[in-house]
């Protein structure tokens, strides 16, 4: 069985749905402690490269390229999705991001990636 992928911002309160905690920046979040943070996994090679990061700034405008681009970089890196597509099937993972824009970050296209192998694997 394989539960869902959720996605919240690394500064909202932990909830028991949640299910396992995986931060997917590169970056740790700004102002925050490992405490509140409250994940339970950093996966930080999963997250876009520093160049692509950089370039893309959150500028909605580069949005469309940003994900063909990490979608290209993911395919360098089938061992972190390994790992999270095993998760997945032990139970509900939330995947935790930094950024303030929720429908334009890495972490979207991440969930993306992993529904589409869900149907793959």
């Not at 997917?24 to 160049?51: C, N």
């Not at 950089?54 to 405008?61: C, E, K």
């Not at 580069?62 to 999705?81: N, S």
Request: charge should be positive; hydrophobic fraction near 40%; charged fraction near 40%.
């Amino acid at each position: 069985m394989r539960h869902d992928v959720r996605l919240k911002r690394v500064y909202e309160k932990p909830s028991r749905e949640d299910g396992l905690r995986v931060l997917v920046d590169r970056l740790w979040p700004r102002g925050l402690s490992r405490a509140h943070a409250g994940a339970d996994l950093w996966l930080k090679e999963v997250a876009p490269s520093p160049a692509l990061r950089r370039w893309f700034g959150h500028d909605p405008r580069r949005w469309k390229h940003f994900r063909q681009r990490y979608r290209a970089e993911l395919a360098h890196h089938p061992d972190e999705l390994r790992v999270l597509k095993d998760l997945r099937r032990r139970g509900p993972i939330t995947l935790l991001f930094a950024a303030r824009d929720e429908a334009r970050n890495n972490a979207v296209v991440l969930r993306d990636v992993l529904d589409e192998r869900k149907t793959h694997a």
